[in-house]
């Protein structure tokens, strides 16, 4: 059986079409001006132009909505992996120091054995 060898180039293109902060931003800004420019044909009575718009809001609402939701995700993700560092760390210190306790019990032990010889 073949394997995908554009594993790496598929990787590649989706950090490049990763959305940013700024483009985030930017579809609100977007959104805003349409739902603007949806008020102002309403006023004007431009029935077509309204429609169009609208059709427009409706593509770029949900659109931002997934961009949210993908940046909380991102964000949880991080913060479950630090805690999950930080748990690490944590363990191998608490070892580290039980380690060093048996290490010290070893020696008391010993030199006592040594003063009672």
Do not use: C, W
């Amino acid at each position: 059986m073949a394997q995908n060898t554009s594993t790496t180039a598929a990787t590649g293109k989706q950090m490049a079409m990763a959305p940013r902060e700024e483009d985030l931003q930017k579809l609100e800004s977007l959104l805003h001006d349409l739902q603007a420019a949806v008020d102002k044909a309403r006023d004007e009575g431009q029935l077509f132009m309204m429609a169009q718009y609208v059709r427009l809001v409706a593509l770029i609402s949900p659109e931002i909505d997934r961009v949210q939701r993908r940046f909380k995700r991102e964000t949880l993700a991080s913060m479950r992996r630090e805690h999950s560092d930080m748990k690490a760390i944590a363990k191998a210190d608490a070892l580290k120091a039980q380690e060093a306790q048996e290490e010290a019990d070893a020696a008391a032990v010993r030199a006592r054995a040594t003063q009672g010889a």
